[in-house]
């Protein structure tokens, strides 16, 4: 019997910004899929206004799986993650770790297929451009969320990353933030 999906699935137990006040909790499962959804949308920016040749589905599943790890590390804050290179570089091993574990529960021959999606390829390297710009994007919504309900304690959060983004190097990402990222903030009856 192989526990690989139970495990998956308690991604959705797994909760983001433990270091925030949260108005609404998010879970790493949750953002996972709109990381998905955005780096998706991402390849296909790139592919349909800037000349990219982005295989956006690729791209979506490497986002789907980009915090798996997560399911034995828990989500390590930002800034205690980024504090210095020590910490970043031993945090780097635990969730590679973390990783091997979870791909061990799999019987071996769909290890394979899984192992390219939990670990970079050097072949994938710009399509992990777009997943990073993507979880940027997701953490700026999240920051823009708590902040239309109020909730001042991602003031600071968002600032930092909006201006990440503002200098990301793929114009995909300007342009989502451009098109796309207002109407997050909006309540319902302004989105109809």
């Known amino acids: ?10 991604m ?3 909760k983001r910004w433990g270091l925030m006040r949260n108005l609404r909790e998010e879970n790493v499962q949750e953002h996972g899929l709109q990381v998905a959804v955005i780096a998706h949308a991402l390849a296909v920016i790139e592919n349909r206004y800037y000349g990219g040749a982005y295989n956006p589905e690729h791209v979506m599943a490497l986002a789907a799986f980009h915090e798996v790890g997560e399911v034995f590390t828990g989500d390590l804050p930002t800034p205690i993650k980024y504090f210095n290179p020590s910490i970043k570089e031993a945090y780097d091993e635990i969730e590679d770790f973390a990783k091997r574990k ?10 394979g297929e899984y192992e ?8 994938d390297e710009a399509a992990w451009r777009l997943v990073k710009g993507a979880d ?9 969320e708590e902040l239309s309900g109020g ?3 991602f ?14 190097e793929l114009k995909s990402v300007s342009y989502f933030m451009k ?6 903030s909006l309540p319902l009856d302004e989105l109809n």
Do not use: W
Request: net charge neutral; aromatic share 14%.
């Open 155 to 168: 003031s600071k959060a968002a600032e930092v990353i909006k201006e990440e983004l503002a200098s990301y």
């Open 102 to 111: 979870l791909l061990a529960m799999l019987p071996p021959e769909l290890q």
């Open 116 to 123: 390219k999606l939990f670990f970079h390829q050097s072949e």
């Open 136 to 144: 940027k994007i997701s953490a700026y919504l999240k920051c823009t």
């Open 1 to 10: 019997m192989s526990h690989f999906f139970a495990y998956l699935n308690r």
């Open 179 to 184: 098109h796309f990222s207002e109407s997050f």
């Open 12 to 14: 959705r137990l797994i």
């Open 151 to 153: 909730n001042q304690e």
